[in-house]
């Protein structure tokens, strides 16, 4: 419920659930303390909100051991949406499943406004104010991730590998107002309550809509331009089928047959076929189980597609720069006698292009090649700190 300023207008709703394990006794007890510690904080730098801080104890956490993170990310998402929270902060005293770094606290995921925080290596600090302080700062750069904060080395998104109640713990004055900006967005109400949209193809034109500028900064905060280079058997996929087809003289011939215009159509199917066979075939459209019409889980959908396609396309033009260079490495004369051209000066830019659209095609199945977990992962994951 919004409540009047001095003025006599409604403070928004910022609605945060911590979601605990019910059987996780030092992580309840924890998420007390944050959550009078953290309202404290935000009440005091953002008072033109109404903060409310909800701790749901569940009995259906997974029982893994160590948790991976993406598992409960995808469980707090969920919770988001049953209970109509803004934002879910997921808590652990169990060390988490790490993928990309050596060791992690905390993932958040800008995709799904969740983030996962484990007490573990906090924990390990001996002195309790140093423990605090640590998970406070972790809490708050995690969070600051969500609210469109990049890293900063003189704010609390400061990057670091073990959090150990090191300053600085508060977000810089421009990010606090950047924040700010960003919360009076997410405080407007959901597209459900204001337009009753039955279409299912309407309301999710509607999200864009109103969505597009968040959409476009959360597919740019996350790894989606250098992500496909973290997948081992995508990579070895496209490698293998790029040598073969530079030693194939058939592949120079049909490069030559293939005019300029067609290879255009021909690139810009082959990338939404990979696309489209990645999404599905690693069930990534299942991210977001909820299968109500609302906000939140269309708009994770669209993030989670359209970082995808920037993956796709950033890795067809590293593929292009590579066959490029490839291509005037190699003598001319020999190329241009494969693709049967005779004394004609070989087109290196055309050829590149083929190469790179042939690479994507072999990596769509390089990729249906890898973990599911793995490359949701990848995409789900905005950092792990």
Known sequence: MAKNNDNGTEKALINIGIVVDARDETASIWAKWLVEQLKEEVEQIFPQFLWRFSILKRRDFSRSVPPDPL??????SDIKIEYGFDYVLVLTSFP??????????????????TVVISLARILELKD????EKALISLVKHCLGHLWGLEHNSESVMRPRKFWSGEPPFDWSQQEKRHIYRHLRDIADPRVEETSPIKSKWKFYIKVLSLEWSSIFKDVLISRSVLM???LGRFIAATAVSIIFLFLSAEAWEMGAAIKSGWLDIILAGVIFASIISIYFGQNLQVISRSDRMKEQAVRSRIVLFATLFVG???FWISLFII???IINILPENVLAGWAGMGGKPLPAFHFSK????????????????????????????????
């Open 71 to 76: 598992n409960l990310l995808e469980f707090g």
């Open 96 to 113: 988490l499943k790490s993928r990309f770094e050596q060791g992690v606290s905390g993932v958040p995921s800008n995709m799904l406004e």
């Open 128 to 131: 309790r104010k140093r423990q």
């Open 228 to 230: 496909m280079f973290h």
């Open 312 to 314: 796709m396309v950033s």
């Open 323 to 325: 066959s490029y260079l």
């Open 354 to 385: 083929l190469m790179a659209t042939f690479g994507v095609l072999a990596s769509a199945v390089g990729g249906n090649l890898e973990e599911e977990q793995d490359i949701k992962a990848l995409l789900v994951y905005t950092e792990e700190t």
